[in-house]
């Protein structure tokens, strides 16, 4: 079982920059698919962000080009970040993690979940 803890939510205006990190205890992400959801207020969860066990990342339509997710060569610290942040990106950011590796936008395929993070971007 792995644990995972959200950071570097806050408060940002339109326009501006949030880097947000998912780090993992109790066992690597090595081989895993791990992602970024977000769910805004009077929304559904929604698929933000994937990497598969082979390293290859998937964006949603809505962030492509303006959020970049990456990990530390040791597999312990999902990164997302997002530049050029917009009012309708203002939700709770959680990290997840499945054992299969496999991409998926699915989150009832994730087994793994963190608390999440607040990110608000003020118009």
């Known amino acids: 079982q792995v644990r995972l803890v959200e950071s570097g939510g806050g408060l940002v205006q339109a326009g501006g920059s949030l880097r947000l990190s998912c780090v993992a205890s109790?066992?690597?992400?090595?081989?895993?698919?791990v992602a970024w959801f977000r769910q805004g207020p009077g929304k559904e969860r929604e698929f933000v962000s994937c990497m598969d066990w082979n390293n290859r990342t998937y964006y949603a339509d809505s962030v492509k080009g303006r959020f970049t997710l990456s990990k530390d060569n040791a597999d312990y610290t999902l990164y997302l970040q997002m530049n050029n942040l917009k009012p309708e990106d203002t939700a709770v950011y959680y990290c997840?993690?499945?054992?299969?590796?496999?991409?998926?936008?699915?989150?009832?395929?994730?087994?793994?979940w963190g608390q999440g993070t607040q990110v608000t971007v003020s118009s």
């Open positions: 109790g066992r690597t992400f090595n081989g895993d698919a």
């Open positions: 997840a993690s499945r054992v299969r590796g496999y991409y998926s936008s699915d989150a009832r395929n994730y087994e793994n």
